[in-house]
């Protein structure tokens, strides 16, 4: 790793926190929030915004302090701000501790306690099961899916100071809807978590096969399990045709990671599909809730 800079520019502490992965946590969040339709408590809303925005951007600066040694050595993560020499590691440290701990803070005094359990789960999750489990299991991918899925329980408990029905699905959706999302990522970057020993399936799989069936069964279950809104009548028939045909596109990609020839550029497509997959469902659920409920 190459010596830090005295002179970190607020850019690079930016990306420390990874804003474009740190913004899928907080809608998440908030589609959970505002599925489970609670009356408008601005200060309460606002609240849980920032302090997730506080806790995902936490956890990003600390998984980074945390794996600056394995990210160094990884074509795709050597220009992360730690490993290029942008930010000192200590200073990586305070800030990612700092604002975990002004998220929990925020989110127990200014919206309840339940909120606060699933936001330091999320923290804790992230950062003392799944980041240590990428260096020595094969499981480390579902692992960070089950960390990955808790922003919506963040959410509906906010809401609700509980979790209902429909919020356990949410976090049914998220977990399962990440699996053949990052198997896609994790086909494509194979040869870099191979170069620092991370034992993922794709490493372990060296023609893919293995890799391409687990999606196919995670998004076989996905598309099973984004139907229950509306079989048990938590949403109406418009939220089951949106779900219905954006798993079965979502199905098809994951089909066509199958075959053994063009899968690179499958996974790639798989992956695009997986980014459009989520949004699209996800918020016809909240529309048709606030729509219709």
């Given at each position: 790793?190459?010596?830090?800079?005295?002179?970190?520019?607020?850019?690079?502490?930016?990306?420390?926190t990874?804003?474009?992965?740190?913004?899928?946590?907080?809608l998440?969040t908030?589609?959970?929030?505002?599925?489970?339709r609670?009356?408008w408590?601005?200060?309460?809303?606002?609240?849980?915004?920032?302090?997730?925005?506080?806790?995902?951007?936490g956890?990003?600066?600390?998984?980074?302090?945390?794996?600056a040694?394995?990210?160094?050595?990884?074509?795709?993560?050597?220009?992360?701000?730690?490993p290029?020499?942008?930010v000192?590691?200590?200073?990586?440290?305070v800030?990612?501790?700092?604002l975990c701990s002004?998220?929990?803070?925020?989110?127990?005094?200014?919206?309840?306690?339940?909120?606060?359990?699933?936001?330091?789960?999320?923290?804790?999750?992230?950062?003392?099961?799944?980041?240590?489990?990428k260096?020595?299991?094969?499981?480390?991918?579902?692992?960070?899916?089950?960390?990955?899925?808790?922003?919506?329980?963040?959410?509906?408990?906010?809401?609700?100071?509980g979790?209902?029905?429909?919020?356990?699905?949410?976090f049914?959706?998220?977990?399962?809807?990440?699996?053949?999302?990052f198997?896609?990522?994790?086909?494509?970057?194979?040869?870099?978590?191979?170069?620092?020993?991370?034992?993922?399936?794709?490493?372990?799989?060296?023609?893919?096969?293995?890799v391409?069936?687990?999606?196919?069964?995670?998004?076989t279950a996905?598309?099973?399990?984004?139907?229950?809104p509306?079989?048990?009548?938590?949403?109406?028939?418009?939220?089951?045709?949106?779900?219905?045909?954006?798993?079965?596109?979502f199905?098809?990609r994951a089909?066509a990671?199958?075959?053994?020839e063009?899968?690179?550029?499958?996974?790639?497509?798989?992956?695009?599909?997986?980014?459009?997959y989520?949004?699209?469902?996800?918020?016809?659920?909240?529309?048709?809730?606030?729509?219709?409920?």
């Amino acid at each position: 790793m190459t010596a830090s800079s005295p002179n970190a520019a607020f850019g690079d502490y930016l990306e420390l926190t990874k804003p474009r992965l740190s913004l899928l946590s907080v809608l998440t969040t908030l589609i959970g929030y505002v599925a489970a339709r609670p009356p408008w408590v601005a200060g309460e809303f606002f609240a849980l915004l920032i302090g997730t925005s506080l806790a995902a951007g936490g956890v990003a600066a600390l998984n980074q302090w945390l794996e600056a040694d394995t990210d160094a050595r990884m074509q795709r993560t050597a220009q992360r701000p730690i490993p290029a020499g942008k930010v000192p590691t200590g200073s990586a440290f305070v800030l990612g501790g700092l604002l975990c701990s002004a998220a929990l803070g925020l989110i127990f005094v200014k919206v309840n306690g339940m909120a606060a359990i699933f936001t330091l789960a999320t923290i804790f999750s992230y950062l003392a099961w799944y980041t240590p489990a990428k260096r020595n299991s094969r499981w480390s991918t579902e692992i960070g899916a089950l960390a990955g899925a808790f922003p919506p329980l963040i959410g509906w408990s906010a809401a609700e100071a509980g979790v209902s029905t429909l919020g356990w699905i949410l976090f049914g959706i998220l977990v399962l809807w990440q699996i053949p999302h990052f198997m896609a990522i994790v086909w494509t970057y194979r040869h870099d978590y191979a170069a620092v020993d991370f034992p993922m399936l794709s490493v372990r799989d060296e023609t893919g096969g293995w890799v391409a069936g687990w999606s196919l069964v995670n998004t076989t279950a996905l598309l099973g399990i984004s139907a229950l809104p509306w079989s048990l009548g938590l949403t109406t028939a418009l939220y089951g045709i949106v779900a219905a045909a954006t798993g079965l596109w979502f199905l098809w990609r994951a089909i066509a990671f199958l075959r053994a020839e063009g899968r690179d550029r499958n996974a790639r497509k798989l992956f695009i599909a997986s980014i459009l997959y989520l949004p699209v469902t996800l918020m016809a659920l909240v529309a048709d809730r606030v729509l219709f409920f």
